[in-house]
């Protein structure tokens, strides 16, 4: 691997998966593979951070290939973290449409999803490239307008819906994704700029998210991930629902 700055942040269990999944890409010729989200923003923690990849191949991603990318990424299922490897495959003809989705491997999985202008202008801003070609030299720049309206339109039309169906705040992946990605959203809105998971997670306090529920969230993270009672589970979906609702609805109205 080369480019982007020194990983020595990262260790050895993901740097020996990323070396030994782009050896395993080179059939496919890769004209870059590039990090983004916590890898490449600084706030990676390994064995708990998921590896968000984005693969650039000359194409076409036709079945034959997409049977090749599943085939790469099982061979990789006895690595330690290659659950947590997620990898969305581009190529020259269709890295221009923010909307259009892309093969992608995740959950152990193919699906097929977008490129999002979040994810496009982290690549601008700090991704990190890993083989080939800079986001830059391939991918086209990410307009304000067209980053701010999407950073709106996710929280009004996936995120405000799903607060009200309780049962999913009951999980610690709703809580930590839908409380960090309101604060991102919130400064990206009022700043026009990226932050990481940790900045999020030092905003909440100052948005007026639930303090104890803020706390919970930084022990998982950073400190002891061990759950606790189901009385607590129930108590933190209603106080992160409660707040969440009215807080998205005042971000939508002021800028959407």
Not at 93 to 117: E, I, K
Not at 156 to 182: K, S
Not at 222 to 239: F, K, Q, S, V
């Amino acid at each position: 691997m080369h480019g982007g700055r020194p990983r020595t942040d990262w260790g050895m269990p993901t740097e020996a998966l990323l070396d030994r999944f782009l050896r395993d890409l080179a059939p496919l010729r890769p004209l870059a593979l590039w990090a983004h989200g916590s890898l490449a923003g600084g706030d990676y923690q390994e064995g708990r951070s998921d590896l968000d990849l984005i693969a650039v191949v000359p194409g076409p991603l036709g079945p034959r290939q997409a049977l090749r990318v599943a085939r790469t990424h099982r061979a990789l299922r006895a690595e330690p973290l290659a659950a947590r490897l997620h990898c969305s495959y581009l190529t020259p003809a269709t890295t221009g449409d923010p909307g259009r989705s892309h093969l992608t491997w995740a959950h152990d999985s193919l699906l097929r999803r977008p490129v999002t202008p979040v994810t496009r202008r982290e690549l601008h801003d700090f991704g990190r490239v890993l083989h080939g070609e800079a986001p830059a030299a391939l991918l086209p720049p990410v307009p304000d307008r067209q980053l701010t309206g999407f950073v709106v339109r996710d929280q009004r039309d996936y995120w405000r819906p799903a607060v009200d169906r309780r049962r999913r705040w009951r999980q610690d992946a709703w809580v930590d994704l839908g409380l960090l990605t309101f604060a991102r959203a919130t400064v990206t809105l009022r700043e026009g700029r990226l932050i990481s998971k940790k900045e999020a997670l030092d905003e909440l306090p100052r948005l007026g998210a639930p303090a104890e529920v803020v706390q919970d969230v930084a022990r998982r993270r950073y400190g002891d991930p061990a759950p606790r009672d189901g009385a607590w589970t129930e108590r933190r979906a209603g106080l992160t629902r409660g707040y969440l609702g009215p807080a998205i609805d005042a971000l939508v109205a002021r800028y959407g």
